[in-house]
């Protein structure tokens, strides 16, 4: 059986959902999306302008992707109510990435005014997905207003450090049936393996692809290293041991005294 993420009645393929932010260009972007074949692209609202004369990044997203607007620049929930207002009246849909940051050095998530924020999206019928400090307690508060997802850091934004909050985010997935994306600080596809091998549902990336030598390569072998991942995860991973044990038996070869 094919092994399909189903979101607000989506079918995700690749688990790997991407950013569209600091490329060189919206064709290499576009290359990038297409060589990792990505699903889910998350785009800023301060970045799209279906009015504007000059090449507008939406027309550089591959067709098949759902676009999942963020609101990037929010610094409380009203910002971010408003920013998801004007995104869906602009006709960039419903699917909205809740991202609230009033601190600007480390750009950590403000938890209390993204959940306001999704509490009153989510009843106005968008697909809401927060991104958030791991917290247990608060992610279970997002999923019971209608989070379709929660979106914890992995390591502060564009810091590429990987996954410096994982036996928080391990928690968080094994009390919580929201399925569980790691967003930020992601550096290499041997991170995102990581998050897939404990449980995530997906993971998102943008700055380690976008900034890389070769965003093209770098964004199939994140497809790839999510997939194995993923194929980890479900095949049941071995226990790990404090002790050796030998894979051949030691005994019954050689006689004793030889």
């Not at 998530?109 to 791991?134: C, H, I, Q, R, W």
């Not at 928080?168 to 596809?189: F, S, W």
């Amino acid at each position: 059986m094919e092994d399909i993420l189903e979101i607000a009645g989506v079918n995700i393929k690749c688990r790997l959902f991407a950013g569209t932010g600091k490329f060189s260009s919206n064709a290499l972007m576009r290359e990038a999306l297409l060589a990792a074949g990505v699903d889910v692209v998350t785009v800023a609202l301060r970045r799209v302008d279906s009015s504007a004369k000059a090449e507008n990044i939406i027309d550089y997203v591959p067709s098949h992707c759902k676009v999942m607007i963020n609101t990037s620049g929010a610094r409380n929930a009203e910002e971010a109510i408003r920013i998801a207002r004007l995104a869906k009246a602009a006709g960039s849909g419903n699917w909205i990435k809740i991202e609230v940051v009033a601190d600007s050095k480390y750009l950590l998530p403000d938890n209390m005014e993204t959940l306001k924020a999704t509490e009153v999206l989510a009843k106005e019928g968008f697909v809401v997905f927060p991104y958030m400090s791991p917290d247990l307690s608060m992610a279970r508060r997002f999923a019971d207003c209608g989070a379709a997802a929660v979106m914890p850091l992995g390591s502060p934004i564009g810091t590429n450090r990987g996954i410096r909050t994982e036996e928080l985010v391990e928690i968080m997935i094994r009390e919580i049936k929201t399925p569980i994306i790691v967003d930020a600080g992601l550096g290499k596809p041997s991170d995102a393996c990581k998050c897939m091998e404990m449980g995530c549902a997906a993971v998102m990336v943008n700055t380690a692809i976008a900034v890389s030598g070769n965003p093209v390569e770098l964004s199939r072998a994140f497809s790839m290293a999510v997939d194995a991942g993923r194929r980890a995860y479900l095949s049941g991973l071995p226990a790990t041991a404090t002790e050796a044990k030998a894979s051949s038996p030691l005994t019954g070869f050689l006689r004793e005294g030889d």
